[in-house]
Structure formats: structure tokens, C-alpha cells
């Protein structure tokens, strides 16, 4: 890559200081806050849209929904991570030169993505309804992208609570445009195109918040480009696997199950999508520093990755505790009694989410590491042992089938990169003290669903039991406890 290696300004001083790691939990924190508050909002949406358009309607939308998922995995090229990563370690004139880079290689790559999108919706027989909305949504998605690409600085500064602001009016403004329509009685082509306005509104909020902080190079030449896309390709193909076959599972459902099925398998698939985000936001923000770590200290990156591995741990446990147990009334909720099918596919569907935590932490590890190639080839077999298992299950069990396939594929996934880590560092092998406390609190915690009493509170009360032991046990990482503490204090 072009540019000094030499970090400069506060930048610096943020990522190389000593308690950069509390820093990055307490805006890993407010993060979490903001995206849980954005999915409240997206929650209390959801019932109006799987209502509005039906089992078969709300399956179409989701699988358009996917393809345009695909598509922006596959537009986003991995650039966000190269980005935050040498902006990290580059000084103020290599940063000019690679925001350049990373803004003209997301206009070319996000408009060849939406093509694609509407492409595939041709190919695969779409309604002329569904095409159109494919093809507006992929307007929305060049919108996104640029702007996505444009809080690069933010998150190599840790300034998580502006990421949060703009994540939460993203999401709000998603929302509030699904009820609008739903009142209106639109057609699914206006709910796929609600991303245009919505992404005209936070880019402009965007470039406000970077006022006087977004510095681009009068030009950037071939040699910026081919190697800013060099090192993201390297990583997208090391990244998209993942994201990609959770959204690609509802595709293939929709090819080899019937339209009941699909409807089912993407009700469950649409919680599953509210929270990936909130995978990638706690690991993303530790990128940050696991990059400059990597590049400067090997005993601070050690110890890092090792509190981002126990708190993916104590995380990822506690969505699969409350989706198991809560799938019900969660899918109640969002579909009513007509989506009932959905429910044993989200208890499967739950391990899944909790394996997918952890191969996220060692994911962003092997890439601050720059070792894309280990984390690609853990993740290509993972993404093949869950289509094979979705090409045997999901033509006889349908939803369920499905749900199964992408959950031991999540689990093979997990298991994969954590050895791929250790083959490539095998000093970084993490230490497993946390789990049998983990287990036991999840084993423990579990136990209130035998009492029989309404789903919600049993979910409430296997939460606090669930942590109360971790806490009692020592199992609360101390990293944690510390960022806390020194927020009471107002530090």
C-alpha cells in the first residue's frame, strides 16, 4: 500500500493509548445501545410489512431484500475494513490519498453491484413488481455504500457515538417509512425502494459529522487504486462468505421449497438479519485497535484478542439463550399465528447467531493480522459444508431443513477459524477458562423454561440468572468491569 506507515495526530493518540481498550467497550456500548434502540424501531415496524404484503408477498421482498444484500456484500468489496485498517497506521497525507481510493472504488463497485441485483431478479423469474423494486433498491444501495465508505475516519478516531447516531437514523427513518407505506397500502416495489430517500438524508448527516475532519488527495493515481483494491479484494473474499450465506440461505430456500416454506424460513432469517449487524458493530469496533496492535505490539494484540474472544463468548451465548427461548413470541409478534412455521426454525437458527459471534471476533483478528487467505479458506468451507447441507435438507424439511443447514454451517465456520488463527499464531491460542462457567450458566438458565410461565419472563429471568452467575463466577471479562467503572466515574 502507498502512504507512510507512521500514524499521526490524534489518531494516534487514541489507538496507542492506554486505555484505547475500555475506549473501545464503552463506544462498542453506545453502538449497541443505538442499533438496539434502531431494531426496537425496526420490530415495531416489521408486524405492519409481514401483514401488509402476506406468507408469499413478505417471501418475494425478502428474497429481493437478499439479492440486494448480496449485492452490497459483494460492492463493499472489503473496503471498510482496508480503510479503517490503513487509516489506522497511515499519516494525515496517505490518509487523503486513500479516502480518495475508497470513494471512487464504491461508486464503480456499488453501481456494478445494483446491476447485478436487478440481473439476477430477471434471471430468476421475478415479477415485473419485484424487478422494479430490485432495481430501485439498488439505487439505494450506491447511496449507502458512499456513505458508508465515508465514516471510515469516524471509526479510526473511535468516535462511536456518531457512528451510532447515524446507524440509529438509518434505521429509524427505515422504519417510520415501512408504517407510512403500510397506511398508504403500497405495493412491495415502494417498500423496496424506502433505502433512496432514506440514504440521501443520513449521507447528508454524515457530512456534517465530518466537518473539518474528511481530507481528500487532490487525485489518485493507478498505483492508490490498484492497491487499495488489491488488499480489499484480498479481504472480501475472506469476509463476504459469511454475511453472504446467511443472505444467500433465503435464496436457495426460495429454488428448492415451496413458497410456504420460504415465507417461514425468511421470517426467521429476518430476526436473524437484525442482529448481524450487532455482530459486526461489537468486533468492528475493536478493529481499530487490533490493527494497530498488530502493526506495533504483539503482547497488547494477544491480550486483546483474548478479551474479544470471551465477550463474544459471553454475548453470543446470551442471543442464543433469549432467541431459543423466545422464539415464539418473537415470531408471534412479528407475523401472528400464520408464521407459527417459523418458530422451531429460529430455535435452530439461535445456535447459529452464537457461533457466528465468535468466528467474527477471529475473523477481524486475521484480517488486522493481514491474513486474509487463512480466513477465507476457514470461511469457504464452512459457507460449503451449509449449501451442501441446504441442497439435502430443504427439499424435504423445508424451513426447518434450511434453519439447520445454515446452523452447522455457522458452528463449522467458527470451529475453522479459530484453528486457522492458531495456525497462523499458534501464540494466540485463547485461552478456554470461560466456558465451562459458560456453560453452567447457560445449562442453569435454561432451566426456567421448565417452569412453564410466559415466554417473556422466562427469557427476563434466564437473562439475569445467566449473568448473575458469569458475574458470581468471574466469567465477566475484566476489560468489561473496568470500562464500566471508569463511566460511572465519568471518565
Known amino acids: 500500500m502507498t502512504g507512510s506507515d507512521d500514524s499521526t495526530g490524534a489518531e494516534r493518540s487514541v489507538l496507542d493509548a492506554p486505555d484505547a ?8 456500548a453506545v453502538r449497541s445501545l443505538g442499533f438496539a434502540g434502531g431494531r426496537i424501531l425496526t420490530l415495531l415496524s416489521a408486524p405492519f410489512l409481514l401483514r401488509h404484503l402476506g406468507v408469499v408477498g413478505f417471501g418475494g421482498f425478502a428474497a429481493v431484500q437478499s439479492m440486494i444484500g448480496v449485492a452490497a456484500l459483494a460492492s463493499e468489496g472489503g473496503l471498510t475494513a482496508v480503510g479503517v485498517r490503513e487509516y489506522s497506521v497511515r499519516d494525515d497525507r496517505g490518509r487523503a490519498s486513500l479516502m480518495r481510493a475508497i470513494l471512487t472504488l464504491r461508486l464503480g463497485l456499488s ?32 447511496l449507502q455504500l458512499l456513505q458508508q465508505g465515508l465514516t471510515v475516519p469516524l471509526a479510526a478516531q473511535l468516535r462511536f457515538g456518531a457512528i451510532a447516531a447515524l446507524d440509529f437514523i438509518r434505521q429509524a427513518l427505515t422504519a417510520s417509512g415501512v408504517v407510512i407505506l403500510v397506511a398508504l397500502g403500497a405495493s412491495v416495489t415502494a417498500f423496496l425502494a424506502i433505502s433512496i430517500p432514506v440514504g440521501i438524508i443520513v449521507g447528508m448527516v454524515t457530512l456534517i459529522a465530518l466537518r473539518g475532519h474528511l481530507v481528500l488527495s487532490a487525485g489518485t493515481g493507478r498505483s492508490e487504486l490498484s492497491a487499495v483494491a488489491r488488499d ?7 469476509t463476504i462468505l459469511g454475511s453472504l450465506f446467511y443472505r ?27 442482529l448481524l449487524p450487532f455482530i ?62 417459523a418458530i422451531p426454525a429460529l430455535q ?13 471476533g477471529w475473523g477481524t483478528a486475521l484480517i488486522a493480522m493481514r491474513e486474509q487467505r487463512a480466513l477465507f479458506l476457514a470461511t469457504a468451507f464452512g459457507a460449503a459444508v451449509g449449501v451442501a447441507l441446504l441442497a439435502v435438507l430443504t427439499p424435504n424439511e423445508g424451513a426447518q431443513g434450511a434453519a439447520l443447514a445454515v446452523a452447522i454451517g455457522e458452528v463449522v465456520r467458527a470451529l475453522a ?20 462457567k459458560l456453560v453452567v450458566a447457560l445449562g442453569l438458565a435454561g432451566l426456567v423454561a421448565l417452569t412453564g410461565i410466559n415466554a ?19 466469567g465477566l471479562p475484566p476489560e468489561v468491569w473496568g470500562a464500566f467503572r471508569a463511566l460511572g466515574r465519568g471518565r
Not at 481498550?21 to 462498542?28: L, M
Not at 453501481?111 to 439498488?138: H, I, N, P, R
Not at 445456535?351 to 467474527?360: D, K, L, Y
Request: charge should be neutral; charged fraction near 10%.
Open 417 to 436: 477459524t479459530g484453528l486457522a488463527l492458531v495456525r497462523v499464531r499458534p501464540e494466540l491460542r485463547p485461552r478456554l477458562t470461560l466456558v465451562p
Open 456 to 474: 417473556v419472563v422466562v427469557c427476563v429471568l434466564a437473562s439475569g440468572i445467566y449473568f448473575g452467575l458469569l458475574a458470581v463466577t468471574g
Open 111 to 142: 453501481l456494478l453491484g445494483a446491476l447485478a441485483a436487478v440481473a439476477l431478479a430477471l434471471a430468476a423469474g421475478y415479477s415485473t413488481a419485484l424487478v422494479a423494486g430490485a432495481a430501485l433498491a439498488g439505487v439505494g444501495l450506491v
Open 248 to 274: 444467500l440461505s433465503v435464496v436457495l430456500t426460495s429454488l428448492l421449497s415451496t413458497e410456504a416454506e420460504t415465507g417461514y424460513f425468511a421470517a426467521s432469517q429476518r430476526v436473524i438479519e437484525m
Open 232 to 238: 480489499a479484494f484480498a479481504v472480501v473474499g475472506a
Open 348 to 360: 435452530l437458527l439461535a445456535v447459529g447467531i452464537a457461533a457466528s459471534f465468535v468466528s467474527a
Open 280 to 341: 459486526s458493530l461489537v468486533n468492528s469496533a475493536t478493529f481499530p485497535v487490533l490493527s494497530r496492535a498488530a502493526h506495533t505490539s504483539f503482547d497488547r494484540l494477544a491480550y486483546g484478542l483474548q478479551q474479544v474472544f470471551d465477550v463474544n463468548l459471553v454475548i453470543g451465548g446470551w442471543t442464543g439463550l433469549v432467541l431459543l427461548l423466545g422464539a415464539e413470541p418473537i415470531i408471534r409478534f412479528l407475523g401472528g399465528s400464520e408464521f407459527d412455521g
Open 21 to 28: 481498550g475500555q475506549k473501545v467497550i464503552r463506544g462498542a
